[in-house]
């Protein structure tokens, strides 16, 4: 239930829309989670955009290579390096055969694929099923600062590959997240 | 005329001494009986066993004599049930176990075979067996006679054991190092058998099983000489009970799963076994195996999923019709082919079930198998398939996607809910049921809304009353997942529904799962602000009470962290929740108690509550802040700053910042 706030940019737009997440569920044994993102947009008819997504933690569990969702080793290779200095210890060596995802489970930064799966309603009353013309076929890459909760991240959607679209989040302090577990 | 010739044989072992004629007259009975069983009641109700058993005790030096009443005796067994427990009370087991300490062999395994046949029947009377040692060590002890005595000894005990109780009994006799040289055997009815006693010896049994994983037998290990029997020319019994003994070895941990003999040779051997054109009774074992096999352990799932199309393979098993059309006459091939269809059925779901218990990929796959659904919904309608169907369900019912897909499209929910509606159906198909509406309740569900309509709160509430642990904590689990995120009116219902003293108790119950979880429901019902102060109106001095009992319990770090965090999501409520939870003094006490001696978990949560308190914005915040101060919570987070831990930092520093602000 934890939550987050901040701002999602495109190239089109210099101040972005805000954006809200809630992590729902976090699976600490598979390093999978899923959650919600609510996007302000600038439509009457649809003034926010409400999607479910799931998303995968790197680490032992889930390589940095993403091997799906259209995105190929050159694709992650330039994703994740946009993270700098955070993804620098591994940027030559993750795609070896021996690389050791202990040290990424270790790190002081967390790295995440989050892919959009499903819709809600605007009232975020719960929906039917999922209208998929409406649902983002690609993904974002995040990284989170483990110390404070602060996280950005790039989407990634082949066919538009070059509009550039980030996001900004820091964790809404003071928060008190509700429990949401798959049995 | 047949009644007529049976009194003439029991009257021909009356009362005659003279040897060769009573030879003569059970031979004559031995010729009647055999393949005749109407011919057999008939001399049991004529009191044949009682004459035989005279017999064996008045010439019991005629060891040739003896065996012919024996085999005449095995005979009668071997017809019906209601045959076998007219033996039984008529006492020819202690008879026959008396036998056994004859040094004649023949005689020796003529006793044996007749023991095999009424300890392997359906009534077969294990309890004897166990109620003296003796028995057993007198089993055991005459094993290694021949290999007919092999072989039914082997038979016995594989048949006969049941449980810890039984296999530590067993294992008190000397039975191992007699059974291990039998697995190389050349004799399949030897090697069979003794197969089938490792594994059931082995079977949820650690110390039995690290025994017999680091046994050898000519320099060989025990379990490499296991798996040879898994190869493809062996019969197919034979391999399905190598795979069983290897599959419980690993399960009672004795052997990785990342062992060559688990991943390389057990599990695509079982896999094998499910093909087509085996015997019913084989694939049925062998998907049971396998199921059992990767159960707990995802690179089993995940390496299953993939070997020799399995998933399709065991679409295959709904193949056979199951149920009867109308008007259909069930003779007994139509009965026969109608249990051997939902045997099928059953085994196939409780390896769809094992497969798709983790991996989102498996579970899609899974799912999308032609016809899947259709047949699960079928049989949760069916008392014969119902629990492990939905056991299958439950498993896809942990995949977000297929939430919102096929457990949309198939409304699965009703058939769910028709089963809690059954009075008759037992707890454990109930438990399962909950567990799996516990994941169909959640927020993103389509499926949820329907179920709250139904009533879903009620039912929940109901079985929290259980005896069965499994069930109380399902239904906990599903009343928090209900509560995530719902309204005033859904979170009203529940706790009118459970009421405030069964959440005290379960506040109080023995289980840390079941504290936890109801620490979650809490903490879900008591979230969101403006719901907070409605509901503590009503509910405040009960839950405050849990809390403070909680927080003075000692309990695990976990739980006092849960235990924090629902006093935090309070602090987020109005005013007045924030002043209730001011003005307890002992729980202000605890409070600083945790800001000071608590592990790092518990200090952010302590200082979770204390920012929500301090809040700026709300009313009442000068006040609350002296309050806060005067009970030293300043002066202890000072002392926190010092702390090591980046995320305990921030928050303190966010907190002082408050206090420095007013």
Wanted: net charge negative; aromatic share 8%; with cysteine.
């Amino acid at each position: 239930g934890a939550r987050f706030e901040g701002k999602e940019k495109t190239s089109n737009s210099n101040s972005g829309e805000n954006v809200e997440v809630t992590i729902n569920i976090v699976d600490e044994s598979k390093h999978t989670l899923c959650g919600r993102m609510r996007v302000k947009t600038s439509s009457h008819d649809y003034p926010y955009n409400n999607t479910l997504f799931v998303g995968e933690i790197i680490g032992t569990k889930n390589g940095f290579l993403t091997r799906k969702w259209d995105a190929d080793e050159e694709t992650d290779k330039e994703h994740w390096a946009r993270f700098g200095y955070k993804f620098s210890p591994f940027a030559k060596k993750f795609n070896t055969e021996n690389f050791d995802y202990q040290q990424v489970d270790n790190f002081d930064y967390l790295f995440m694929r989050w892919k959009e799966i499903g819709i809600f309603n605007e009232n975020c009353e719960r929906s039917g099923r999922d209208s998929h013309d409406r649902v983002s076929h690609g993904f974002h890459y995040i990284c989170m600062q483990k110390h404070d909760g602060k996280m950005d991240g790039y989407f990634f959607h082949k066919p538009h590959h070059d509009c550039s679209q980030t996001i900004e989040l820091k964790p809404v302090l003071n928060d008190t997240p509700g429990v949401l577990l798959l049995r | 005329m047949e009644f007529a010739t049976s009194q003439m044989y029991v009257d021909s072992l009356v009362e005659v001494d003279d040897i060769t004629h009573l030879s003569q007259s059970l031979e004559k009975i031995k010729n009647a009986v055999i393949g005749n069983n109407k011919q057999k009641h008939n001399l049991i109700m004529l009191g044949v066993v009682p004459r035989l058993m005279k017999l064996l005790l008045d010439f019991r030096e005629n060891t040739r004599l003896c065996s012919d009443a024996v085999i005449v005796l095995t005979s009668l067994a071997k017809g019906t049930d209601i045959n076998v427990k007219t033996l039984i009370d008529c006492g020819v087991v202690s008879l026959l176990f008396e036998g056994l300490s004859n040094s004649d062999t023949y005689f020796i395994e003529s006793c044996l075979q007749c023991l095999r046949v009424i300890f392997t029947s359906a009534v077969s009377p294990v309890d004897k067996l166990y109620s003296d040692q003796s028995l057993l060590n007198s089993l055991v002890g005459i094993m290694g006679r021949s290999a007919v005595t092999q072989e039914c000894v082997a038979c016995i005990v594989a048949h006969c054991c049941w449980t810890a109780d039984h296999q530590e009994a067993v294992m008190r006799t000397d039975i191992l190092e007699i059974l291990l040289p039998l697995i190389v055997s050349p004799l399949f009815k030897v090697y069979l058998p003794a197969l089938k006693c490792l594994s059931v010896l082995s079977f949820r049994n650690p110390v039995v099983a690290d025994r017999i994983a680091k046994a050898t037998h000519e320099a060989n290990p025990v379990p490499d000489l296991v798996s040879r029997l898994m190869h493809w020319d062996r019969p197919y019994p034979a391999q399905l009970w190598a795979s069983k003994c290897i599959a419980y070895l690993h399960r009672a941990d004795a052997l990785e799963s990342s062992d060559y003999l688990v991943e390389y040779m057990t599990l695509p051997t079982l896999v094998r076994l499910c093909d087509k054109g085996r015997d019913v009774e084989v694939r049925v074992e062998a998907a049971d195996t396998l199921a059992y096999l990767i159960e707990l352990d995802v690179e089993l799932q995940k390496i299953a999923s993939v070997t020799d199309h399995l998933v399709e393979k065991l679409s295959g098993y709904f193949l056979l019709p199951f149920n009867t059309a109308d008007n259909e006459a069930v003779n007994l091939p139509k009965f026969c082919e109608l249990t051997a269809a939902g045997e099928l059925r059953a085994a196939a779901f409780k390896t769809y079930s094992s497969l798709a218990a983790n991996d989102e990929v498996i579970r899609k796959k899974v799912a999308e198998t032609d016809g899947l659904m259709d047949h699960a919904m079928c049989a949760l309608e069916d008392s014969r398939v119902r629990l492990s169907a939905c056991r299958c369900l439950l498993s896809l019912s942990r995949s977000v996607r297929l939430l919102r897909t096929s457990f949309h499209d198939y409304p699965v929910y009703k058939p769910l809910i028709a089963i809690l509606d059954d009075s008759s159906c037992d707890d454990d198909i109930v438990s399962v049921v909950v567990a799996t509406l516990s994941n169909l309740v959640l927020e993103f569900s389509p499926s949820a809304e329907s179920l709250l309509e139904s009533g879903i709160v009620k039912k929940f509430s109901k079985y929290l009353d259980s005896s069965n642990y499994s069930l109380v904590v399902n239904s906990v689990w599903g009343l928090m997942n209900l509560a995530f995120g719902a309204e005033l009116r859904v979170k009203t219902e529940i706790l009118e529904s459970v009421g405030l003293e069964r959440i005290s108790q379960l506040l109080r119950d023995n289980s840390a799962e079941v504290v936890t979880k109801t620490l979650g429901l809490l903490r879900n019902v008591f979230s969101g602000g403006a719901d907070i102060d409605v509901l503590l109106s009503t509910y405040g001095d009960g839950l405050i009470a849990g809390v403070h009992w909680l927080l003075d319990a000692d309990g695990s770090s976990r739980l006092v962290v849960h235990c924090l965090c629902l006093l935090g999501n309070i602090a987020d409520g109005g005013e007045v929740a924030k002043q209730r939870i001011t003005s307890e003094q002992e729980l202000m006490r605890q409070l600083v108690d945790r800001l000071h001696n608590g592990d790092t978990e518990v200090q952010i949560a302590a200082v979770n509550v204390v920012l929500n308190l301090l809040r700026l914005d709300d009313q009442g915040s000068p006040e609350r802040q002296h309050k806060l101060i005067g009970l030293g919570v300043q002066r202890v987070l000072q002392e926190l700053l010092s702390c090591t831990d980046s995320v305990l930092f921030e928050k303190v520093k966010t907190a002082l910042q408050q206090f420095s602000v007013s």
